[in-house]
C-alpha cells in the first residue's frame, strides 16, 4: 500500500511539474514580434501613469 501511495504522489508531483506553464513579462517598449508564446507586456517603469490598461496579454 506504501509504494502505492508513493507512486502516486510521484506522479502527482511531476504532473504538477510539467503542466505549468511559465510567463514572461516585458516592459510596454518591447517589439511584440520577439515576445515568446504566453508573455505579456506591463508597465514596469510606470510610463502610463494616468491610463487605466497596464498590462496587455501575448498568445501564439
Same mark, same amino acid.
Given at each position: 500500500?506504501?509504494?502505492?501511495? =508513493?507512486?502516486?504522489?510521484?506522479? =502527482?508531483?511531476?504532473?504538477?511539474?510539467?503542466?505549468?506553464?511559465?510567463?514572461?513579462?516585458?516592459?510596454?517598449?518591447?517589439?511584440?514580434?520577439?515576445?515568446?508564446?504566453?508573455?505579456?507586456?506591463?508597465?514596469?517603469?510606470?510610463?502610463?501613469?494616468?491610463?487605466?490598461?497596464?498590462?496587455?496579454?501575448?498568445?501564439?
Amino acid at each position: 500500500m506504501r509504494s502505492k501511495l =508513493v507512486i502516486l504522489g510521484l506522479f =502527482v508531483c511531476l504532473f504538477v511539474v510539467f503542466s505549468c506553464k511559465a510567463q514572461q513579462i516585458l516592459p510596454l517598449n518591447t517589439s511584440a514580434f520577439g515576445a515568446v508564446a504566453n508573455s505579456y507586456f506591463k508597465d514596469l517603469s510606470n510610463e502610463m501613469e494616468d491610463e487605466s490598461v497596464d498590462v496587455i496579454l501575448i498568445k501564439h
